[in-house]
């Protein structure tokens, strides 16, 4: 079929269009041109090439500059980027200030986005520093998978704070039937927090305060606020709302049997919770609803010999461990649950396995040497079973 007069009209209309694109790009190419030239005479420092090229091209100074911080406020850009692209426009206006007499209006633009940039880049290192101190405390996790959607809400990311929960709750209250032991991995959302999953599981309004409720959100929608500085320094400690919150949740608090009334500390300053466990200071829930917690305590120690030279051995009680966590969560997969059969290593526990799982995390950390490494030979309990170095196997 020949074409007719009005499809012709239509195919020079979009070579017309295509040329100006082909136009456009190609003012852009000569563009990219100046920049690229000035940052190759800065960086060469060759002075009288640049004063060149500034008086050459005086007519797309303005051009330049703008295109520049256009580019640097591009969301996307990192903070160095746009400060790179920012530190260009801001000598591209100075020079052009200097050899072409121009007037200060570009250069002041310039200089008052960088201020800005700075100010909003140490803020934002200095909120990261606040949640730094937030998560020194152990077990004290900011959770945020869903840290844009609350911004713009205006509300903050979450601290969930352990020490708090496991004054009133054992490990296996909530690890694992609740919360899987591992960050992020319970996609944890709003939602099912006010189906009654979740946190919601207590936070309903029943076991502990409701978060449906306005004036809650804050409570746990706290990391930078000053609503977190108890959580993060201790401060929400207090005996008797300890003794109501535990009344409240059936479990038991008594701070008359704490030496000297006070939480007992470990050496760096945290919460010792062997000892509120040897003064029967409290005595944390083992199930959420009051039923008989099935697997039960084992009561056996092992002794694990220590392949080290200058430390001494490691005593392991089952029973402090099978009263906090339930026997699943170490057997059968961080440790085979048979006598030598597991190896333990140090390097394994930085990366967060073997013992390190919870030691380092919410469990006192390993950098605290001496609070394992402490048995010697003397005062072994009765029947403890040895885990001898040259005859166990590697860890799993
Ligand atoms: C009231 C509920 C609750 C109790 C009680 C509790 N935890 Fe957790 N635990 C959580 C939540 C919530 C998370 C984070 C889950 C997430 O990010 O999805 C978590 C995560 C963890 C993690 C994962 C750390 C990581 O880096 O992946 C460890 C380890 C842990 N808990 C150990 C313990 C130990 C040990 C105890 C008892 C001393 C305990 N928890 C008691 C709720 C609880
Ligand atoms: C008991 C603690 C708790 C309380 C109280 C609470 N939240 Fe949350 N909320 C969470 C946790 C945990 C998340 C998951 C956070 C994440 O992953 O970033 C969350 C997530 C959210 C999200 C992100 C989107 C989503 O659906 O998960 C919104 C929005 C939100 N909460 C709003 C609120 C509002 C509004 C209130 C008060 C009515 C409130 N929250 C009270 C714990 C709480
Ligand atoms: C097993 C029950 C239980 C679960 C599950 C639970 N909490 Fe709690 N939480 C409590 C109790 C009890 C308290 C003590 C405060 C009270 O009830 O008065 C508490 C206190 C807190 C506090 C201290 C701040 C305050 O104002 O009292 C925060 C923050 C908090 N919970 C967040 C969470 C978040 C976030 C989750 C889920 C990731 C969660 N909790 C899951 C029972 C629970
Ligand atoms: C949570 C308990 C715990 C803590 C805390 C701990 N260790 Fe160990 N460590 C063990 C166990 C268990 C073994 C295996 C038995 C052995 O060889 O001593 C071990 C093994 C070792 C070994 C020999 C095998 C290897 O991996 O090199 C050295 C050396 C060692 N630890 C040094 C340290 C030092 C140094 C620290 C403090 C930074 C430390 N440990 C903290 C439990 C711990
Ligand atoms: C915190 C981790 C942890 C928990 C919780 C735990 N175990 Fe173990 N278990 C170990 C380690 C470590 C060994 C030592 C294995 C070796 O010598 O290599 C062990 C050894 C054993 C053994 C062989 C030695 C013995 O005691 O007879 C059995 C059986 C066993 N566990 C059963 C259990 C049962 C049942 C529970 C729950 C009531 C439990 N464990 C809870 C870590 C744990
Ligand atoms: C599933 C979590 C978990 C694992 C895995 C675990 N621990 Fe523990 N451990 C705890 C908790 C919880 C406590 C109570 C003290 C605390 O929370 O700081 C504890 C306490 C201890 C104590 C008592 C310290 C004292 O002051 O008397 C020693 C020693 C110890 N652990 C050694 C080990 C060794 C060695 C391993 C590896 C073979 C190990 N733990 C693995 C959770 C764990």
């Given at each position: ?94 020079m052009n200030i200097h050899w072409n007499n121009a007037g200060e209006e570009l250069l002041k633009k310039v200089e008052g986005l960088q201020k800005e940039e700075f100010a909003k880049e140490k803020k ?13 405390v152990p077990g004290n996790f900011i959770i945020a998978a869903h840290k844009e959607e609350l911004a713009a809400k205006g509300l903050s990311p979450v601290i969930y704070p352990h020490w708090v929960h ?107 919770w062997v000892e509120l466990d040897k003064a029967k200071a409290f005595n944390p829930r083992t199930t959420i609803n009051g039923s008989q917690d099935t697997e039960g305590v084992r009561e056996t120690y ?95």
């Amino acid at each position: 079929m020949r074409p007719t007069i009005s499809s012709i009209g239509k195919i020079a209309l979009i070579i017309t269009l295509l040329v100006d694109v082909w136009h456009i790009s190609y003012l852009k190419a000569e563009e990219s041109q100046f920049r690229r030239q000035f940052i190759e005479n800065y960086t060469t420092n060759s002075l009288m090439a640049q004063s060149m090229l500034i008086k050459q091209n005086k007519d797309k100074i303005a051009d330049e500059v703008n295109s520049l911080i256009t580019e640097a406020m591009m969301p996307e850009k990192s903070y160095q980027d746009r400060m790179y692209l920012l530190d260009i426009a801001n000598a591209v206006a100075t020079m052009n200030i200097h050899w072409n007499n121009a007037g200060e209006e570009l250069l002041k633009k310039v200089e008052g986005l960088q201020k800005e940039e700075f100010a909003k880049e140490k803020k934002r290192t200095e909120e990261l520093e606040k949640l730094k101190e937030t998560e020194k405390v152990p077990g004290n996790f900011i959770i945020a998978a869903h840290k844009e959607e609350l911004a713009a809400k205006g509300l903050s990311p979450v601290i969930y704070p352990h020490w708090v929960h496991r004054s009133f709750f054992r490990c296996k209250v909530c690890h694992e039937d609740i919360f899987i032991m591992k960050r992020g991995a319970n996609e944890i959302s709003q939602t099912k927090i006010q189906e009654g999953k979740q946190c919601g599981t207590c936070h309903n309004g029943a076991i502990s305060f409701n978060a449906n409720a306005q004036e809650n959100c804050v409570r746990c929608h706290s990391a930078g606020k000053p609503e977190a500085t108890p959580l993060i320094d201790l401060s929400y400690y207090n005996p008797n709302k300890f003794k109501e919150i535990a009344s409240r949740v059936s479990s038991e608090w008594k701070p008359e049997n704490m030496p000297g009334g006070k939480l007992p500390l470990d050496k760096l300053g945290f919460i010792n919770w062997v000892e509120l466990d040897k003064a029967k200071a409290f005595n944390p829930r083992t199930t959420i609803n009051g039923s008989q917690d099935t697997e039960g305590v084992r009561e056996t120690y092992i002794l694990f010999e220590t392949s080290s030279t200058f430390l001494k051995n490691v005593l392991f009680s089952h029973k402090i461990h099978s009263t906090w966590v339930k026997c699943s969560l170490c057997h059968p997969n961080t440790f085979k649950p048979e006598l030598g059969a597991n190896r333990v290593k140090m390097i394994e526990m930085k990366d967060g396995k073997s013992c390190g799982r919870c030691h380092g995390k919410v469990a006192f950390t390993y950098s605290d040497c001496l609070r394992c490494h402490n048995q010697t030979k003397e005062n072994l309990p009765e029947g403890v079973l040895i885990n001898h170095p040259a005859t166990s196997a590697t860890s799993q």
